[in-house]
C-alpha cells in the first residue's frame, strides 16, 4: 500500500545506552530525587532513626549499580554486540 502509515514514519534514533556507566548515569538524577524525596518521609513522618536510613541509601546505590550493570547487559544482547 502506497499511504501506509507505517511506511511514512521516520526510524527511530533512540540510542541505547551500552556501557553501564551510560545507564547509570542517565538514571542518575531521577534516583537521587527519588531517594531524597523517600528518606525526607521516612524521617520526618515515620520517625526513622538515622542509622537505618543510612542503611537504606547505601542499599539503594548498590542495587541501582547492580541494575546499571544488569540494564547494559541487557542493552547489549539486545543490540547484538
Same mark, same amino acid.
Given at each position: 500500500?502506497?499511504?501506509?502509515?507505517?511506511?511514512?514514519?521516520?526510524?527511530?534514533?533512540?540510542?541505547?545506552?551500552?556501557?553501564?556507566?551510560?545507564? !547509570?548515569?542517565?538514571?542518575?538524577? $531521577?534516583?537521587?530525587? /527519588? *531517594?531524597?524525596?523517600?528518606?525526607? %518521609?521516612? !524521617?520526618?513522618?515515620?520517625h526513622? $532513626?538515622?542509622?537505618? /536510613? *543510612?542503611?537504606?541509601?547505601?542499599? %539503594?546505590?548498590?542495587?541501582?549499580?547492580?541494575?546499571?550493570?544488569?540494564?547494559a547487559?541487557?542493552?547489549?544482547?539486545?543490540?547484538?554486540?
Open positions: 500500500m502506497v499511504n501506509d502509515p507505517r511506511e511514512m514514519r521516520p526510524p527511530t534514533t533512540r540510542v541505547i545506552p551500552r556501557t553501564t556507566w551510560q545507564v !547509570y548515569k542517565s538514571r542518575f538524577i $531521577p534516583i537521587q530525587i /527519588l *531517594l531524597l524525596i523517600v528518606c525526607l %518521609v521516612l !524521617y520526618f513522618y515515620f526513622t $532513626p538515622k542509622e537505618k /536510613l *543510612l542503611v537504606y541509601i547505601i542499599g %539503594v546505590e548498590f542495587f541501582a549499580i547492580v541494575s546499571a550493570f544488569m540494564g547487559r541487557v542493552a547489549r544482547k539486545i543490540s547484538g554486540t
